[in-house]
């Protein structure tokens, strides 16, 4: 079936760095000192190898390509099947009109590829909104084995629930073999000012109580993400409204939504939760705190008994009846 190292994973992420998949310096970094990022993602690209196992084509719609780094240990796994060998791996990276980053990204990914000699293909589709997002915009071949990978891109969508409730659909009419969904575990998302602040205050204390832990010695480093994550607090505390981009909900609240859509959980195999548990083990100072849990089937990343983030995996139902639409936060 395969796994996703044959090195350790601190080894993978290097060769991605080393590949020069660094479109954002502080975001690079963040996923070389602070672990919650790596976990969710191994975790995540382990459950896809499983999932496509038998699959020759295989064809991932990412949402939020970034550094593009955790791809390189997925490559490297199916260069390594021994049973059936893979015949091409394609990545369709969705960004704005004018990110002329992800097709940078994009050529470091087939020269990663190439050094591993495994067949690849690489197209960005480019939208002026999320909103655009239609089924015509992903060229997918029937016999090939479809993934959809959401690394903290839904919450995004909350606070426009027309949008999200299109990307819904336009995913469900392609029918993905497997959908993985990264996001913040936390409810960030409440009408309420106080309640807002209080969840904020807890969940941003632990996270900063992690950089205290991971960026000791990373002064610089610290001040960037500092100033990264103030601007987001600012905007969950002080905005309301349309101004209130960066919301986010629990576990159960994107189960239910999922549910309005017709789509099952497929959970994660003790590989999974192994190749998690190996990627913590990378991070020294940061290993006696760092936590991997299951939570019904998916799993949750958190630091010192407060959950960080949530990684879950789906299937839509082949069921055709309706969906339900209008669903609120």
Known sequence: MGRIIAKEPEMIFKTGIENGLNTNLISVRM???????????????QAIIENVASASKIHIIDLELRSGVQWTGLMQALSEREIRHVEILKITAVGFVGNEKIAETGKRLESVAASFKLPFSFIAVYVEDMEDIKEELFKNGNDESLV??????????????????????????????????????ANHNSPSFVNRFIEALF??????????????????????????????????VAMEGKERVVRSVKLEVWSAFFARFRMTELGFSESSLYQGSLVIKQFPSAASYCTLDKCGKSMIVGWKGTPVQSVSAWKFSRDRGRVFGNYRF
Do not use: W
């Open 31 to 45: 996923h070389e000192y602070v672990p919650f990022f790596q976990v969710t993602q191994f975790v995540g690209i």
């Open 148 to 185: 959809v990978f959401c690394p903290l891109v839904l919450r995004t969508m909350i606070s426009r629930p027309t949008c999200l409730e299109n990307l819904m659909r336009v995913m469900k009419n392609l029918n993905p073999t497997i959908v993985i969904v990264i996001e913040i575990e």
């Open 203 to 236: 969940f941003f204390s632990t996270f900063f109580d992690c950089l205290d832990t991971c960026l000791e010695h990373e002064g610089e480093l610290r001040a960037g993400v500092e100033s990264v994550l103030c601007k987001g607090i600012r905007n969950i």
